[in-house]
């Protein structure tokens, strides 16, 4: 009897334990607890990789390799299939706090600096509906310009006879330094990147911010020789 008991019990784990992509990760406990039934049938609904049949379920259903090198690009993935809806904003921050927390327990360089890149996206697609967005784009830029050169070195490891691709940390705070008038904060940050060899047209952005700085400061100086000092 109690033989009996033990196999209906392992057997009714079994049919719990979750498969597929978050399966093959062991992210099944995470899924269960972080989100209700409502929000897993939708972010599963939500989840359409290119190829995908119709119906298809690959984050829970189904045995063998995963098509992600990582449970963090598995994530990302995720959440950028979250990133088009505003009310999905917090189903898609919730997934990649959980891939950042894989990335750095793996050391996976890559897997964080796209962490990083798609938490730039999602919350610059939602700037002007969410207060918090702005410390948040700057948050993310921050966090991957601080890895950039480790980054760098992942991706020449990978690809060593790739260029280095676009690196949208850097190109999204030079944006943003421009934008409130911190000319000579921007032109550092794209030096920085052309440096470490990003792909962009630093060159040309550096020329531009370069001559609206000069610009700004002749301004600061008429004004300082007017007798007001400048603003």
């Known amino acids: 009897m109690a033989a009996a008991t033990d196999l209906i019990r392992r057997l009714r784990h079994k049919c719990n334990e979750t498969e597929g992509e978050l399966g093959y990760f062991g992210l099944g406990g ?21 190829g995908l049949a119709a119906g298809a379920k690959p984050l829970t259903i189904g045995r063998g390799p995963s098509n992600y090198h990582s ?8 959440a950028a299939c979250l990133r088009d809806l505003p009310q999905d904003r917090h189903l898609a921050s919730k997934v990649l706090a959980k891939a950042q927390e894989r990335a750095r327990a793996e050391d996976d360089v890559i897997g964080l600096h796209l962490v990083y890149q798609e938490m730039i996206r999602l919350h610059s697609k939602w700037r002007d509906q ?40 850097y190109l999204t ?11 000579r904060k921007a032109i550092e940050i794209c030096r920085q990147a052309r440096d470490q060899g990003w792909d962009g047209n630093w060159t040309w952005r550096i020329g531009s911010l370069a001559r609206k700085r000069d610009e700004q400061d002749l301004g600061e100086t008429y004004i300082s020789r007017s007798g007001m000092g400048p603003v």
Not at 173 to 183: D, R
Request: glycine share 4%; proline share 5%.
């Open 30 to 50: 995470w899924w269960s607890s972080a989100f209700t039934r409502v929000e897993r049938d939708h972010i599963e609904a939500s989840f359409h990789p290119s």
């Open 71 to 78: 449970a963090a690009v598995l994530l990302t993935a995720l």
């Open 130 to 169: 969410f207060p918090d967005a702005l410390n948040l784009i700057f948050g993310a830029c921050h966090k991957q310009v601080a890895m950039s050169e480790a980054a760098a070195q992942a991706f020449h490891s990978l690809r060593p006879h790739e260029a280095l691709p676009a690196h949208l940390g």
């Open 173 to 183: 705070l030079a944006v943003l330094l421009e934008q409130e008038g911190s000319y």
